[in-house]
């Protein structure tokens, strides 16, 4: 059975929501995937934000990564074996996988492939196939 085993995974999955950890304790018995990342500092959404990985500044518009009192809504992830950034139908079976077990345990997520979350992937102008992030607005 797949299990966290990177350092890496095991600090993100520390760093998440108490709803975003449920859901990948249960996916992660299922499918193997590594958590890449979790929370980030303003100074670390600023920097993501110039590299172009995000349409968010870390200011004026703050991202889920950034969370609420240390604790991200939001994870980053690679499925394994990984293949290629650009696989967005491996990076979409995942999401899926992700929203379904959310659905059963009454949480709404949001996949960065699929912003609107009308399961079409040809009217986003933007792509993040790692990203996950609870649905809605934080506190």
């Given amino acids: 059975m797949p299990a966290f085993t990177s350092s890496r995974s095991i600090r993100v999955f520390g760093e998440l929501n108490a709803d975003l950890r449920a859901v990948c304790n249960e996916a992660i018995k299922h499918i193997d995937f590594s958590l890449i990342d979790g929370h980030r500092t303003t100074a670390q959404q600023q920097q993501k934000f110039a590299q ?6 870390g200011i004026t518009k703050r991202s889920k990564h950034q969370g609420v009192d240390g604790v991200s809504w939001a994870f980053d992830f690679i499925p394994a074996p990984f293949t290629n ?7 979409a079976s995942y999401a899926h996988y992700f929203r379904g077990i959310a659905i059963a345990k009454g949480i709404e997520l949001t996949w960065g492939g699929d912003w609107n979350r009308n399961f079409r992937w040809d009217d986003q102008t933007f792509h993040d196939y790692p990203h996950i992030e609870l649905t809605g607005r934080m506190p």
């Fill in 52 to 57: 172009g990985v995000s349409k968010l500044d």
């Fill in 85 to 91: 950034w650009n696989d967005h139908v491996l990076f």
